[in-house]
């Protein structure tokens, strides 16, 4: 029976011996030995690494890792609640390659489909929260809360550097902005917002509707602060749930600023912390401040209306230490998920939903006072407040004894928040736990309180004679809706009458359409028969690793013992998921070298952050916070710089040599001229230019011997895996890409887990988090929960299984020859811009674009176009060179497929030097017309090439021909005419 390995790597021995042929080398040992420098290069399976195991083996394990947590009904919330996954969209988003397996659209002609699902989403976002723009997604709430503190302090007209934070925020998103505001130097204060601060020398606050307590503030209040704030100079950040926004005026009509929050309980599971779709939205003259991405619409070259990701230069790989943010990804197929939500139930239906959350809290809240207990706040949403004092883990023990998981706030406060998923059944459950924990009694003498159970009643607690009594603990009492309480008057009784929303949202079109499973299911296939994904083809992008996913690396993940965990579950309920992170974090150390793995970072960006912040707390504690300096190489990965900046370091660039390595006499004179104030160098392995330095050695000594330490880019780590470890040839402290490395498909762009690796002396600094359990750093947390984007760690844990660390080995050097097979195909057409001493590439290879475009006038953007018309999504463009292409094929290709890319490619530079002869005018071409739509065909065609030399270049596409949805698209049309929502329906007929 074949390996898994056998099926995840592309290339049979016979493909690969015709692969060295091509590339000159006898065997793939002798390839390796090449290619990777001798200084570097281990020949046997690091220690540590599993024996590879068959599919039925890995399922069986992880079946059994997740048997050993514990799915209770959970009330805990505190910004994470369960929910209902339209099966419809589980099925035809989560479960589906065709979304799953998307590259960030960063080619909008095939990428429209995911385009409008992230324009679903910044238009319920901006509809819910009452602001003028908001982005295609962050990476979780507080997150997104730490990038609105950071826009804030751009755009305050305030010179102070003081930014508050009310006190009724949740616990993770403060200690977010605590890691985030010491290195840049923000006086971060938590407060109580709504009784009238100090905003002296004030830049923002923030504060959260509703509170973490559950408290709701009444409109006057929301509204005497923001104009405080604002006489103030400072810009006001509102935490917004979005659910409750559906029955609450938006943060925009009171005044606000900026909106963050979480989309998580728009149908995506709790999955133990993530990965979940934050959200950042803006008022009117904030929009280029924003930072992550934002979607615009804008138009293609026939006039048609086309997407594409808006106000590019925004993006942090190209403005470096300029950035404002390190964020390059966004949690798109979560944000996907989450818009589709919206779509599937329309505003009527979530406000329903919002209802019923709220009046099951109103009737818990009823029967607690029916009881003798109170909550704390009178005005609330979904969650309640309750003062038991000295009894709060008596009530959380009584509510775990009924399967039911509360929050202990401290030890005299408990608070319980109520979801989409709460039944009658479990309110009236609940009341009599917290009832028979605190000794109180109904005046009947029931500690459960006979008031308790009609969930559907959502009068206020003074109640008529629709008051519900001990009849309605029959089964066909409770759960019922009465028509005349869920109105915007009676069925918001616990709300501030002022706060209640008053105004229309998710109005277009999109919102109502979709009403039936049918119809909602074609939508679904409507928009990804646009895309181009990994189960179309190829997706060769350079320094991305769009290699298989596995059926099998993703079964576990919506299974319920892994989806349905809270985050601040009790660790007696998490002891599967407490055990696969320690097999993953193990497996990564052994793989890498390193001593520590943290799992919390959850995007690449969020790890490089985690690695410099250990290096910076490191050098403190060592009495040498002074070092501040970090060298980069002009050469590296744009969050690098971006990164660097926002851990509060001062950046200097490192030239590259002409062959693409770091400059070793350029870095000596770096070296010595920052030695007294030099905290770390930045440098990617292999390099960015796709090889491996021979004297990455001699840099890490360099920097080593002047007190600094080394900071090693893990993104191109599955060059290495198997072969080298950055741990053990110099690296201090690396951040892995698991959505590249390890196998986590990118989703359009998102999610991702950005871990990050650390010898023994930077482990102590390492992210901590404010739910750690005893013993561990509650401090540093980079991320809202502890362990990141925990419900996808199957997906890697898994493929590590599969493979084991000959597996791996394996997939590192197929990879290898793939990218060496490419580049010497592509060399005579393309130039190889750069290879190592042994004359070959490593993972990926860069092919120099600008001879081509020198003789005839053929652009890499012509190019990449032109790709589309043979079925491919284009290489990285000009990245890290201006006019050039990086290719990176994976090992997970077949030769088949190698050889169809490579057949285009020799294709195209045919057409090209048709251009150049002048056969072809150089402004009219089926490289500059490219690409081309099925539509273009039926229209008057006056162009000096074919139909069938425009759709059909290569006979293969008879049988299997992808047809993009628009012509090449307009950025710069759909920058001066920016909108970022759904226009209005006369917007989707021509712009001609």
């Not at 020398?201 to 509703?210: A, C, K």
């Not at 109502?512 to 990804?528: F, G, I, K, N, V």
């Not at 055990?579 to 052994?590: P, T």
């Not at 176009?865 to 990086?886: C, E």
Request: aromatic share 6%; with cysteine; proline share 7%.
């Amino acid at each position: 029976m074949r390996s898994f390995a056998d099926r995840h790597v592309g290339t049979t021995e016979a493909d690969q011996r015709q692969m060295l042929a091509a590339v000159g080398a006898e065997s793939l040992p002798a390839l390796l030995d090449a290619a990777l420098p001798a200084s570097i290069r281990e020949d046997t399976v690091p220690a540590g690494l599993p024996e590879p195991a068959d599919e039925a083996t890995v399922l069986a394990r992880l079946r059994a890792l997740a048997g050993h947590n514990t799915v209770r009904t959970s009330m805990i919330g505190q910004g994470y609640y369960d929910t209902h996954t339209p099966p419809v969209i589980q099925r035809n988003v989560l479960e589906n390659p065709a979304w799953y397996t998307a590259y960030t659209p960063y080619q909008p002609e095939i990428s429209q489909g995911r385009l409008e699902a992230l324009l679903n989403f910044q238009t319920m976002v901006i509809d819910l929260t009452g602001l003028a723009v908001a982005g295609s997604s962050m990476l979780d709430e507080a997150t997104a809360a730490a990038e609105g503190m950071l826009l804030a302090r751009r755009a305050a007209r305030g010179a102070g550097n003081r930014f508050l934070v009310d006190a009724d925020t949740f616990r993770q998103t403060r200690a977010v902005l605590e890691t985030r505001a010491a290195p840049v130097g923000i006086e971060l204060e938590v407060t109580d917002l709504l009784a009238e601060p100090d905003l002296d020398g004030v830049f923002g606050v923030l504060v959260q509707v509703p509170g973490a307590s559950g408290r709701v503030p009444d409109r006057a209040a929301l509204e005497r602060l923001t104009a405080a704030a604002h006489d103030a100079g400072a810009l006001v950040v509102v935490a917004a749930d979005l659910l409750a926004c559906t029955v609450l005026a938006g943060p925009g009509e009171y005044g606000a600023d900026i909106a963050v929050g979480t989309t998580q309980r728009f149908g995506v599971p709790m999955g133990f912390g993530g990965p979940h779709a934050g959200y950042l939205a803006v008022r009117e003259g904030l929009t280029r401040q924003l930072p992550g991405r934002l979607v615009g619409v804008s138009r293609d070259a026939d006039g048609e209306r086309a997407l594409r990701l808006a106000l590019q230069t925004r993006e942090q790989h190209i403005r470096r230490e300029k950035a404002t943010s390190n964020i390059c990804t966004a949690q798109v197929l979560l944000a996907v998920m989450a818009a589709m939500y919206a779509v599937y139930h329309g505003p009527d239906g979530l406000r329903s939903i919002a209802e019923q959350v709220h009046g099951r809290a109103v009737a818990l809240a009823d029967a607690l006072r029916a009881g003798g207990v109170e909550p704390v706040h009178a005005t609330f949403f979904d969650t309640l407040e309750l003062a038991v004092p000295g009894r709060a883990e008596a009530v959380a023990a009584a509510a775990l004894a009924r399967d039911i998981t509360v929050w202990v706030e401290d030890a005299d406060q408990v608070r319980i928040s109520t979801d989409e998923t709460t039944t009658p059944e479990t309110v009236a459950t609940l009341a009599a736990a917290v009832l028979t924990a605190v000794g109180a009694e109904a005046d009947d003498g029931d500690p459960a309180g006979g008031a308790a159970v009609d969930a559907g009643a959502t009068r206020p607690s003074d109640g008529g004679s629709d008051a519900v009594g001990p009849d309605a603990t029959r089964p066909d009492a409770v759960g019922r809706t009465d028509p005349d309480a869920v109105g915007p008057d009676g069925g918001l009784p616990a709300l501030p009458a002022d706060l209640r929303r008053t105004t229309a949202y998710l109005t277009h079109p999109v919102f109502t359409s979709h009403r039936t499973e049918t119809a909602m299911m074609r939508y679904l296939r409507r928009l990804a028969d646009k895309d181009y994904a990994l189960d179309r083809g190829m997706i060769p992008l350079g320094s991305c690793t769009m290699k298989l996913n596995a059926a099998v690396e993703m079964a576990a993940v919506t299974w319920p013992e892994f989806a349905r965990i809270h985050p601040f579950a009790p660790a007696a309920d998490v002891a599967g998921y407490q055990a696969l992170v320690g097999d993953l974090a193990g497996w990564l150390a052994a793989a890498t070298g390193y001593d520590a793995v943290s799992l919390q970072p959850n995007a690449g960006s969020q790890g490089e952050l985690a690695g410099l912040l250990a290096i910076r707390g490191y050098h403190a504690s060592r009495g040498e916070g002074h070092r501040d300096v970090c060298l980069i190489p002009a050469s590296a990965h744009g969050t690098n710089a971006a990164s660097a900046v926002l851990a509060g370091l001062r950046v200097v660039v490192v030239a590259t040599d002409e062959n693409g390595n770091v400059d070793l006499a350029d870095l000596d004179r770096r070296v010595a001229e920052h030695a007294a104030d030099l905290a770390a160098i930045m440098i990617t392995y292999p390099s960015t230019h796709g090889v491996y330095e021979e004297h990455v050695g001699r840099v890490c000594a360099a920097v080593h011997d002047a007190g600094g330490q080394v900071y090693i880019d893990g993104a191109n780590l599955n060059a290495l895996l198997g072969h080298a470890r950055p741990g053990a040839f110099g690296g201090d402290v690396s951040h892995l890409n698991l959505h590249k490395t390890f196998c986590i498909p990118h989703g359009g762009g998102g999610p991702g887990v950005g871990p990050v690796a650390a010898r023994a002396h930077l482990a102590p600094f390492l992210p901590g988090h404010p739910t750690a359990l005893p013993g561990g750093r509650r401090d540093g947390a980079v991320a809202a929960a502890a362990y990141g984007s925990p419900s996808i760690l199957p997906i890697s844990w898994a493929y590590i299984a599969l493979m084991g660390g000959t597996g791996l080995r394996r997939a590192t050097g197929a990879a290898v020859l793939a990218a060496n097979y490419v580049a010497a195909r592509l060399d005579p057409h393309f130039p190889v811009l750069y290879r190592g001493p042994g004359g070959y590439v490593a993972h990926e290879c860069v092919l120099d674009l600008r001879p081509l475009r020198a003789a005839t006038g053929i652009t890499v953007d012509d190019v990449a176009k032109r790709l589309i018309d043979y079925g491919f999504h284009a290489p990285t463009m000009s990245f890290p060179v201006a006019g050039t292409l990086m290719v990176e094929p994976t090992e997970s290709e077949d030769l088949a497929e190698l050889d169809r890319f490579c057949e285009a490619m020799v294709a195209i530079a045919a057409e090209a030097a048709k251009v150049g002869a002048g056969e072809w005018p150089r402004e009219d071409n089926p490289l500059v017309g490219a690409p081309h739509t099925a539509r273009s065909l039926t229209e008057e065609w006056d162009h000096p090439y074919t139909r069938a030399e425009a759709v059909y270049p290569v006979p293969g596409l008879l049988a299997d021909k992808y047809w993009p949805p628009v012509r090449r698209v307009d950025g710069a049309y759909g920058d001066r005419n920016l909108v970022c929502a759904c226009p209005p329906m006369e917007a989707y007929e021509p712009v001609r």
